[in-house]
Structures are given as structure tokens and as C-alpha cells.
């Protein structure tokens, strides 16, 4: 299992680099555009992805097949991207939250209540796009599930461009779309929800690559 985490983070510093550099960009003109409800998504949406980016890599340089013959389990190879799921998710709102976190108190404007609001809101998107796409791609294949993957991808980002739009007449900056969002009891839901779907996820990704033919 080691040795699997160890080398999904060496595919991560070869292929992923882009994405914490994108990450950073994208975190700074959240922080400093007023329209940044987008900005400020994207990088959450973007990291819950790249586990797919990664296997596509694998099945392409035929690792998958070569881990079929060392002594690990399929459930092994298919909990790592999970795993790294959570590793990139956390990366991200870390840098997100603490972006926005000094352009709140640079404005005046903390509201540590309304930050944990929107933690779990970007932990509730983080899970859902791979809780829907990484079954799809265990059972299918990388290349095979690339329709789901740009469909869900596609889905998500025209509903996160729509609420900014709606949003757009309160500036859509972070403060205002904290004073939008549900209290804690829908969002808590929502969390739970979110979190339960992506263990569910988990479970039938390791059934669909057990039956699956390499």
C-alpha cells in the first residue's frame, strides 16, 4: 500500500505540477477580484479530478496490468486514488479558505462561522464530482469513461457559473455568498450526504475493478 502511495505521488509531481501552480493562480484572483465565487471553486473542482488524470496514465502505460502481478490487491490500487482524492481536496481548501481568509481581514470582513460554511460546502463539491465519475472509470476504463468524465466535469462547472450569475448582483464576493448560504443544518446534511456517496463510491469502485477484465 506504500508502495502505491509512494508512486501515485511521484505521477502527481510529474503530471500534477500544473495543477498546484493553476491552484495558487486561481487563488490569488479570487482574492483579489470581487467576482470570485468562480475562481474560487474551480481549483476544488479541478483537484477532485486529477486521481482520473493519474490512472488515465496508468492504463496507458500499462500499469495497471503490471500491478496485477505484485502483491497487491485490486482494492489496494483503486483505494490509493481515493485516498489521493482526499490528499488533493485538503491541499486545496487550505489554500483557498486561507486566500480568502486574509482578503477578509484585510477588508474587515472576517467571519469564522461563515468560513467553516463554506469548508463544508467546498468539501461537499470536492467529493461529489470523483463519488460520481471514479465508478464509471474503474468499471469502463479511463479512456472509455472520458464521456462521463467531461460530462459531469461540464455539469458542474455550468452550475457554478450559473450561482455566480445569480449571485452576481451582491458582487458575488465571498462575503456575500456566505451571507446566502444555508446554516449549518442543511450544510451539515449536505456534508454527510456527500461524504456517505463517496464512500459508497469507494465501495463499488473496488467491486467494479475486482470483476473488470485488464
Known amino acids: 500500500m506504500k508502495g502505491l502511495v509512494y508512486k501515485d505521488l511521484l505521477m502527481l509531481k510529474k503530471y500534477g505540477m500544473a495543477f498546484f501552480v493553476l491552484a495558487v493562480v486561481f487563488c490569488a484572483v479570487a482574492a ?6 468562480f475562481f474560487f471553486l474551480y481549483p476544488v473542482l479541478i483537484a477532485s479530478m486529477l486521481p482520473v488524470t493519474i490512472l488515465s496514465y496508468d492504463e ?29 481536496l485538503a ?18 470582513q472576517f467571519q469564522p462561522e461563515g ?6 460546502l ?13 465508478p464509471v472509470v474503474f468499471k469502463l476504463g ?5 464521456i462521463a468524465y467531461y460530462i ?28 446566502i448560504l444555508p446554516g449549518w443544518g442543511p450544510l451539515l446534511i449536505l456534508l454527510t450526504a456527500s461524504a456517505l456517496l463517496f464512500f459508497l463510491s469507494w465501495q463499488l469502485s473496488i467491486y467494479f475493478y475486482k470483476k473488470r477484465e485488464l
Request: aromatic share 8%.
Open 152 to 179: 459531469i466535469i461540464g455539469a458542474l462547472c455550468a452550475f457554478f457559473v450559473t450561482l455566480g450569475m445569480i449571485t452576481s448582483d451582491s458582487t458575488a464576493d465571498l462575503p456575500a455568498i456566505i451571507a
Open 60 to 88: 496507458r502505460n500499462r500499469w495497471i496490468s503490471c500491478a496485477d502481478t505484485l502483491p497487491c490487491s485490486r482494492g489496494a490500487v483503486v483505494s490509493v486514488k481515493y485516498l489521493l482524492v482526499l490528499f488533493l
Open 122 to 134: 467546498l468539501c461537499s463539491v470536492g467529493l461529489l464530482a470523483p463519488s460520481l465519475l471514479l
Open 32 to 37: 483579489m477580484n470581487e467576482g470570485s465565487f
Open 115 to 120: 468560513f467553516l460554511s463554506m469548508a463544508a
Open 91 to 108: 491541499v486545496c481548501l487550505i489554500l483557498s479558505l486561507l486566500a480568502q481568509g486574509v482578503r477578509a481581514a484585510y477588508i474587515g
Open 142 to 146: 479511463a479512456e472509455r469513461g472520458r
